[in-house]
C-alpha cells in the first residue's frame, strides 16, 4: 500500500520568513499533487509534479519532486496571513488511479 | 457559475437511515470521485469513475453505493447509516483519471445521531 507521510504536520509561522513542509512517499511514483484546504472549505488544486526535478512556482509558494529520494517539498517564500491553511500532498502511482493522500500540514502565519 | 457542486451541503439524519448525496460537474470532465474527509482531516478515496465506468471501488461497507447516470454526475447513496459514517464527503472531477488536477465540491457534512 503507498504511504504519504508529510511533515510536519503543525507549522506555526511568523510572518515574512521562509518554511518548507515535506511530503514523502513509499512508493515508486512520479506524480505528486499539492492541494491546499481552507478551514471548513474545500480543497483547491495548487501544483502537478509529474517528473522528476519538476519545480513549479505560484506566489509565494515553489513546489519541487525528487523521485529517487520519493520526496515533494513545498516551500514558503515570506510567509503572509493569507497562507494560513492546510497544505496536503497527494501521490499515485502508474497503473494505478488511486490518490493516496498525506495527513495534510496545517499551517498557521502569525504577526 | 460552480464547476462542482454537492447537494446537500448539510445532511444530518438518524442511525438506520439510507441518505443519499448528490454530485454535479460542469466541467466537461471524463472522470468522478468520491472522498472521506474523517475528523482529523484525514482523506481517503472510495470510488471513481471514468466515462461511467466504475475504477475505483475502495474496501468501504457495501452500505455504500456510488451510481453514475451520465458522466456529469455521480451520486451517493448510504444505507443503513452508523455513527461511524459521520464525515464530510467531497465530490471531485478531473479530465482524466490520472496525472491532472481534481477539482473539488465544496462538501457534505454528514451526522449522523
Known amino acids: 500500500e503507498l504511504k504519504v507521510e508529510q511533515n510536519p504536520l503543525f507549522l506555526s509561522m511568523q510572518e515574512g520568513k521562509n518554511y518548507t513542509i515535506y511530503c514523502n512517499y513509499s512508493?515508486?511514483?512520479?506524480?505528486l499533487y499539492w492541494y491546499r484546504q481552507d478551514p471548513g472549505k474545500s480543497l483547491e488544486s495548487l501544483f502537478v509534479?509529474?517528473?522528476?526535478?519538476a519545480v513549479k512556482q505560484e506566489g509565494r509558494l515553489m513546489a519541487s519532486l525528487d523521485t529517487k529520494a520519493r520526496l515533494s517539498t513545498l516551500h514558503i517564500t515570506a510567509a503572509v496571513h493569507d497562507l494560513s491553511a492546510t497544505y496536503f500532498c497527494?501521490?499515485?502511482?502508474?497503473?494505478?488511479?488511486?490518490?493516496?493522500f498525506g495527513a495534510g500540514t496545517t499551517v498557521t502565519v502569525r504577526a | 457559475d460552480t464547476a462542482v457542486s454537492q447537494t446537500p451541503k448539510y445532511l444530518v439524519t438518524q442511525m438506520g437511515n439510507d441518505k443519499s448525496i448528490k454530485c454535479e460537474q460542469n466541467l466537461g470532465h471524463d472522470t468522478m470521485y468520491w472522498y472521506k474527509q474523517d475528523s482529523k482531516k484525514f482523506l481517503k478515496i472510495m470510488f471513481s469513475?471514468?466515462?461511467?465506468?466504475?475504477?475505483i471501488n475502495e474496501t468501504v461497507p457495501n452500505r455504500f453505493s456510488p451510481k453514475s447516470p451520465d458522466k456529469a454526475h455521480l451520486n451517493l447513496h448510504i444505507n443503513s447509516l452508523e455513527l461511524g459514517d459521520s464525515a464530510v464527503y467531497f465530490c471531485a472531477s478531473s479530465q482524466a483519471p490520472t496525472g491532472v488536477e481534481q477539482y473539488f465540491g465544496p462538501g457534505t457534512r454528514l451526522t449522523v445521531t
Open positions: 497527494a501521490v499515485d502511482k502508474q497503473g494505478d488511479y488511486k490518490l493516496s
Open positions: 469513475y471514468n466515462n461511467k465506468e466504475l475504477i
Open positions: 509534479l509529474l517528473s522528476n526535478g
Open positions: 512508493t515508486t511514483s512520479d506524480r
